[in-house]
């Protein structure tokens, strides 16, 4: 279940931008269902394998939703890193308001990948405007 919540927070959102894309959204869909069923002792060789698929997936949607000149626009990236950093926040909150042990260490690693996956869209402005002022 862990390895697919934060995928599944955000699904709803990923599932509207779909709506006229039917055959990605159904591969979300069933690329979702397969990480959620995943067995937690799986070997890592076939967690990877299925892993390096999701991805694919999910990267074939967010090249359907979002143009590459979007993708590599430094506002862009901010506002994506604005919004990683608040939903880090909003997990951590969520996480030290319950009395649920287990609900709370879910959370916290939520809250932890969404700061990490930040920390990657700030080096990459950083770089960004390193080469910026090169030129």
């Known amino acids: 279940m862990h390895l697919s919540h934060p995928i599944l ?20 869909k069933f690329s979702l269902s397969i990480l959620e069923n995943t067995d937690p002792n799986v070997n890592l060789d076939f967690f990877d394998m299925q892993t390096d698929e999701i991805i694919k997936v999910l990267d074939e949607a967010k090249i359907t939703l979002i143009s590459k000149d979007t993708l590599n626009d430094p506002v862009f990236k901010l506002d994506v890193f604005i919004d990683l950093v608040q939903m880090s926040k909003t997990e951590y909150i969520d996480a030290t308001g319950s ?11 939520d809250s ?3 700061l990490m996956k ?15 002022k090169m030129k």
């Open 9 to 28: 927070e955000l699904y709803e959102n990923l599932h509207t931008g779909l709506i006229n894309y039917s055959h990605i959204d159904e591969k979300v």
């Open 118 to 132: 930040a920390k990657i869209y700030f080096i990459q402005l950083e770089i960004w405007n390193k080469i910026k």
């Open 112 to 114: 932890h990948a969404f």
């Open 99 to 109: 009395n649920n042990e287990q609900f709370k260490i879910v959370e916290i690693q």
